[in-house]
C-alpha cells in the first residue's frame, strides 16, 4: 500500500441549469447498468457530473480539462486500451478534486495502475491510495481525493478464502478466475488470485460490495465442492516472488535481443514467439520484435515464464547493459 500527495489544476465558474440537469440525467443512466457490463466502466464509485468548469462560466469536459497534460504523459504508451483506461481515472481524479469528494476505481490491471499513477503526477490538490490486499499485490484498486478529504485509507478491498478438497483434483489460477467468473460478476471486481501450498485452495481479493454474494454463489472449482468464506487481510497466505537476477550486455534494447537473454533461448526463436502472439509487455500482447524495452518493464512468454527489465546502462562501445530479473 502506497500514497502519493500530487499537484492539479483548480477551476472556478458556474455551468447552466441545461448542463446540471443534463449530467443529473446521464448519473441516472449510469446507475441502472446491470452487474453484467463493460469491464472498462468505473461504476463503483460516486459518479459526479461529466464537467469541470472554467473561471470564464464555460463549462468543459474532463477530457478537454486535461487533454494535454494526458496527452503528453500517455505518449509512450504502447496499448490503445491502456490509453483509454487511464483517461477515464484522470477524469474521474479531476471530479474528486473538484468536488471534494473521495472515488474509488475498479482493480486495475498493471500496465493501467502504471500508467495512471505517472499520469496522476501532473494534477495537484489530489491524494491518491493504492490498496490490492497485500504489499506484492499485481491488481489494485486507486482512491483519489482532495488531501482534506482522502485523510484515511478507505476500506475499499476484501479477502475471502476458497477451500475444498483439492487432494485428487489438480488446479490452477484459471480453474478459480474461471469458477468466480462463472458466478456472473466481472474481472474488474476481481483482484489477484493467490494459489495456496499444499493443495489447500486460494485466497482471493474482491471488492466488498460481493463478498455475501461470492460466498452463497460459489460453490464449485472443476469438479470439486467448495466453501467460500471472508478472512482478514492480515489472514491472507502470500510469499514474496523468488527472483534471480543477473546482466546482459546487447547492442540494441529490442525486445528480441533482450528477450532471448532473459530467457535463454535463440534471438530467432524469440522472434518466433513474439510474432505467433506468445510474448506481453506489461501484460499487453507485443508482435513486433523491434519493441524497445524500458526499465520497470515486464515481459511474460507463454510457457516461459516472466521477466523484469531492471537497471539499463550504457557501455562505452556504444551498448547496453541491462539487467534482467527473472522469476522462478
Not at 95 to 108: I, Y
Not at 183 to 200: N, Q, S, Y
Request: proline share 4%; glycine share 8%.
Amino acid at each position: 500500500m502506497w500514497i502519493l500527495r500530487i499537484s492539479a489544476m483548480a477551476a472556478t465558474g458556474f455551468c447552466s441549469q441545461a448542463f446540471a440537469r443534463r449530467s443529473v440525467l446521464q448519473f441516472e443512466s449510469l446507475r441502472s447498468i446491470h452487474l453484467r457490463t463493460n469491464p472498462s466502466n468505473f461504476r463503483i464509485f460516486p459518479l459526479a457530473a461529466p464537467f469541470t468548469s472554467s473561471a470564464s462560466g464555460v463549462c468543459h469536459s474532463p477530457t478537454q480539462a486535461v487533454k494535454g497534460e494526458t496527452d503528453i504523459v500517455l505518449k509512450g504508451a504502447r496499448d490503445k486500451d491502456t490509453v483509454e483506461d487511464v483517461k477515464r481515472v484522470l477524469e474521474m481524479a479531476n471530479r474528486a478534486s473538484l468536488r471534494r469528494e473521495v472515488l474509488h476505481t475498479d482493480f486495475l490491471t498493471p500496465p493501467v495502475l502504471k500508467e495512471s499513477m505517472l499520469a496522476l503526477e501532473k494534477f495537484s490538490d489530489i491524494k491518491v491510495v493504492s490498496q490490492g490486499g497485500y504489499p506484492e499485490a499485481e491488481r489494485c484498486r486507486l482512491s483519489v481525493g482532495h488531501p482534506e478529504v482522502l485523510t484515511s485509507d478507505p476500506d475499499i478491498v476484501a479477502a475471502l478464502s476458497i477451500s475444498g478438497n483439492f487432494g485428487f483434483e489438480p488446479y490452477s489460477h484459471g480453474d478459480f478466475l474461471g469458477a468466480i467468473l462463472g458466478t456472473g460478476i466481472v474481472r474488474d471486481k476481481l483482484g489477484d488470485i493467490i494459489i495456496l501450498e499444499g493443495e489447500k485452495g486460494a485466497h482471493i481479493l474482491v471488492v466488498p460490495e460481493l463478498v455475501d454474494f461470492l460466498a452463497s454463489s460459489l460453490d464449485k472449482v472443476r469438479n470439486v465442492s467448495v466453501t467460500c468464506q471472508k478472512i482478514p487481510l492480515l489472514a491472507l497466505e502470500y510469499q514474496p516472488p523468488r527472483t534471480k537476477s543477473f546482466k546482459a550486455v546487447e547492442a540494441s534494447l529490442r525486445l528480441d535481443s533482450v528477450g532471448s537473454a532473459g530467457f535463454k533461448i535463440s534471438r530467432s526463436k524469440m522472434a518466433n514467439l513474439i510474432s505467433d502472439g506468445d510474448v506481453r509487455v506489461n501484460w499487453a500482447s507485443v508482435t513486433k520484435s523491434n519493441t524497445t524495452v524500458r526499465t520497470g518493464d515486464i515481459i511474460s512468454v507463454s510457457g516461459k515464464g516472466r521477466l523484469k527489465i531492471g537497471e539499463i546502462n550504457s557501455t562505452r562501445k556504444g551498448k547496453f547493459a541491462v539487467e534482467l530479473i527473472k522469476f522462478l
